[in-house]
């Protein structure tokens, strides 16, 4: 049986517009997301770095 309702349609084209574009905005979140805590882990592990090596010149 096939119904041939426009309003309903236009709905269910809605609905699948506005759940594509969350997914979209999601996937855009989680690479930012990861992005910024890889800066985050990069930055601590240069401070630290930087940190041992000029404690190293400390003569205690």
């Known amino acids: 049986m096939e119904v ?12 699948m517009v506005w759940g ?8 855009i979140l989680i690479k930012v997301y ?3 805590i ?6 601590v592990a240069w401070l630290t ?3 041992q090596y000029a404690a190293s010149f400390w003569p205690f």
Do not use: C
């Open 34 to 36: 990861g992005t910024v």
């Open 4 to 15: 041939n309702d426009p309003k309903s349609a236009d709905i269910v084209g809605k609905m």
């Open 49 to 51: 770095e930087a940190g």
């Open 38 to 43: 890889g800066w985050y882990h990069a930055s």
């Open 20 to 27: 594509m574009v969350s997914v979209g905005i999601l996937a």
